[in-house]
């Protein structure tokens, strides 16, 4: 049994009793959770949960359109209320044998052992109801209740907990007619806030080139105009011409460094030098955490593409160096078809989000411009797992 084994039979047991907890829950407030708000909330809880017990988080759903009877005709209200009776015979059909396997185990562990604690009339009973006699029924079949257990738990709670997340998720999907409206939202939204991004962008560069680059080209042009005319008005005052012949020459360099760092803020001309692959290398170089970097056949890749994955990717090592408390990392970049794969994770102590000035909010706008997705998983106390899938056909 493997320690992975384990860790999966303990995220299925945590989720099984709580889709217990749950199902009860709503069977009890099951008035109040038939208000299409509550219900909306109730539903996309649930399916935030089971996106992460089968470790592909779902798409966030839209907000619910309208308010009063107009909450009634969401296209999505009826799954949101056909998930209560769900969940409630659902969670309880899982539920149970999970509670009854766990709780059951206790007894063995501890009452068992310490049968002669009783009286006779309360000794306590295995599992499979052999009252404990004697030393013999205690040290031989109350360990083996435990084992037999243990062994249920770890082979029946990871897919238990699996189906049960996929019947949310089969409940509570899009239809195709929604899907389809649902990514024209998105669209429109994404390719407004590229417009935005971009007028932000130009203006940036504008104010860079004309505070920096400009202003310095400036000074070379009037340096080398006085030099000229001081030659032809005096050929013999070689030092002042020479002064003003090296004050334009460094300021002609000071220009081509800040016009460098304009055009690597734009496209960084290390993806042109050396790919994709050179580019990222370079990249966790200079991450101060220890990270993996592992390459697939990426094949060709568009331009657009690559720079999006190199400003994602050194976006999020720079967040893996300054807040995860990590001591390793990965970088993960895949293809399958026309969909380019990336995957950075780390072994920090978790909690980012797109409000933790994380520069996650950026690296999620410049995926979803080019119609990408983007997935974080970072619970507290780690691990962090920022997931990108993008378009890259030719």
């Not at 860790?7 to 709503?26: C, D, E, N, P």
């Not at 195709?176 to 998105?186: G, K, S, T």
């Not at 020479?242 to 004050?247: C, K, V, W």
């Not at 000071?254 to 016009?259: C, D, G, K, V």
Request: aromatic share 6%; with cysteine; net charge positive.
């Amino acid at each position: 049994m493997s320690g992975t084994g384990w860790v999966q039979a303990r995220r299925g047991g945590i989720y099984l009793l709580g889709s217990l907890a749950t199902a009860v829950g709503t069977v009890l407030a099951l008035p109040v959770l038939i208000h299409p708000r509550l219900a909306r909330s109730w539903a996309t809880w649930h399916r935030e949960r089971a996106g992460r017990q089968l470790g592909t988080p779902l798409p966030p759903r839209p907000p619910l359109r309208g308010t009063g009877r107009r909450a009634w005709t969401d296209p999505a209200t009826p799954r949101d209320l056909l998930w209560l009776p769900v969940h409630a015979l659902t969670g309880m059909a899982f539920g149970v044998p999970a509670l009854l396997c766990v709780g059951n185990v206790v007894p063995a562990a501890v009452a068992t052992p310490l049968w002669w604690a009783f009286t006779f009339q309360e000794r306590p009973r295995l599992f499979i109801d052999v009252p404990v006699t004697g030393w013999a029924t205690a040290l031989t079949l109350g360990p083996l209740q435990i084992v037999l257990l243990v062994a249920v738990a770890y082979l029946c709670f990871p897919p238990a907990a699996r189906a049960h997340a996929r019947i949310c998720r089969a409940v509570l999907s899009h239809s195709a007619a929604e899907q389809l409206a649902d990514r024209v939202a998105v669209l429109t939204r994404t390719r407004a806030d590229v417009l935005d991004a971009h007028g932000a962008e130009l203006r940036r560069i504008e104010r860079d080139l004309h505070d920096g680059t400009q202003n310095r080209l400036v000074a070379i042009a009037m340096r080398l105009a006085v030099a000229r005319q001081a030659f032809a008005d005096d050929p013999r005052d070689e030092q002042f011409v020479a002064e003003l012949l090296r004050d334009a020459h460094e300021g002609a360099e000071e220009a081509m460094t800040e016009l460098r760092e304009v055009i690597r803020s734009v496209y960084p001309p290390i993806l042109a030098d050396r790919g994709l692959d050179g580019a990222l290398t370079a990249v966790i170089t200079r991450c101060g955490v220890p990270t993996r970097l592992e390459l697939g056949d990426l094949g060709r890749v568009p331009a657009a593409v690559e720079a999006v994955v190199y400003f994602a990717v050194a976006e999020a090592l720079t967040n893996v160096s300054k807040h995860s408390r990590a001591t390793a990392a990965a970088v993960r970049v895949s293809r399958t078809a026309d969909r380019l794969s990336v995957a950075i994770t780390d072994d920090g102590i978790g909690g980012a989000g797109d409000r933790q000035g994380t520069g996650l909010a950026g690296i999620r706008r410049r995926v979803l411009a080019l119609d990408g997705t983007v997935g974080v998983d970072s619970p507290a106390g780690g691990p962090t797992a920022v997931t990108l899938e993008l378009p890259c056909g030719s």
